[in-house]
Every structure is written in C-alpha cells, then in structure tokens.
C-alpha cells in the first residue's frame, strides 16, 4: 500500500524534493507541499483507492506523512494494497 501512496504522492503533491529522498515519516508539508496540493492529493487518493475521506480525516495531520495516509486509508476500512 506505501508504494502505490507513494506513487500519488508524487504524482500530486508538488513536492519540492523527490518523493525517493523521502522516508514514510517524512513531513510533505515541509517537503514543500502546499494546503492546494494537499487537496488534490487528497482527491487523487480517493479516486486511486476508491474511498472518500469524511470529514473528520480532512485535516492537515492525516497528509503529513506517507504512514499518515496510510493509517487513514486503513480507518476507512483496510484498504488493500
């Protein structure tokens, strides 16, 4: 699951560093992620694993990290990898 969390992170975040120099802990806002780019990555999570995020998860900690998405996806019901 972390690597295909990984691939959308890269795909959409705008991170100013590759996602490959980041570790899962890594914070993306100070990899240089901004509030927009967390919202279209949190859109391009939803589609790539067909969930929607409720509002309780929409929050700037649940995008933090690559583990950070990954907790989230799996309070959404263990979303396969």
Request: a negative charge; charged letters at 25%.
């Amino acid at each position: 699951m972390k690597e295909r969390i990984r691939t959308v992170v890269s795909e959409h975040a705008r991170l100013s560093v590759p996602i490959e120099e980041l570790g899962d802990e890594s914070d993306l806002f100070q990899a240089g992620m901004t509030s927009h780019a967390s919202v279209s990555l949190m859109l391009a999570i939803e589609e790539a694993f067909e969930v929607e995020f409720p509002e309780a998860l929409i929050r700037r900690s649940t995008f933090q990290s690559v583990t950070s998405i990954e907790h989230a996806l799996l309070e959404l019901g263990g979303v396969a990898a």
